[in-house]
């Protein structure tokens, strides 16, 4: 709660920062698309509520989740300590081959850091995940952080072509032919 994960997605979507930012009730959706050489990469964004009553409603967003942000705020040491139950949470209950990126929010706020860089380094190193600061208030690697969940996502998650031979009878008299021309 408070990390700042709806101005992160909101700055990445429509480039927008509220300095007074209601809280997440439940959760919000959000979408955007992202054109790399490799792949085009459709995000669907669940901002999942950071408030401890609507944690149980988390794991219905994530378990099919391809990737997932793990949040917090350089300058308070709590966030911190919540955002390592919850690397240790989707290790247990989500996606074996899930995308996770810790993120140092709010790093605008250097002057109040109470997490030094390298504490994050160090857990996401710990946990096969990247490590990124970012600042939603100045837009401080915003798009750097979506761009590289792109990258590992169209590397990890690419569909393999499937080929259909359309001249195989074979096919045809089995009635699994799955494409028609008309």
Not at 15 to 41: K, M, N, R, W
Not at 152 to 170: G, V, W
């Amino acid at each position: 709660m408070g990390t700042g994960k709806t101005s992160l997605v909101l700055r990445f979507v429509k480039g927008q920062f509220f300095d007074h930012q209601e809280p997440t009730v439940g959760a919000a959706f959000f979408t955007q698309i992202l054109s790399l050489t490799e792949a085009t990469v459709k995000f669907d964004i669940w901002d999942t509520a950071g408030q401890e009553r609507y944690h149980s409603l988390a794991p219905m967003y994530y378990r099919g989740a391809a990737a997932a942000i793990i949040a917090y705020d350089i300058s308070c040491k709590d966030t911190f300590r919540r955002a390592k139950k919850w690397v240790q949470e989707l290790h247990m209950q989500g996606n074996p081959n899930l995308v996770m990126a810790l993120v140092a929010n709010k790093c605008d706020l250097n002057s109040e850091r109470e997490v030094q860089n390298e504490e994050g380094q160090q857990v996401a190193q710990e946990n096969g995940m990247f490590f990124i600061e970012t600042s939603a208030k100045t837009s401080f690697n915003i798009n750097e952080l979506f761009y590289e969940i792109a990258k590992r996502l169209s590397r990890t998650h690419i569909p393999k072509p499937t080929a259909l031979n359309l001249n195989d009878e074979k096919q045809s008299r089995t009635g699994k032919l799955l494409c028609c021309s008309g």
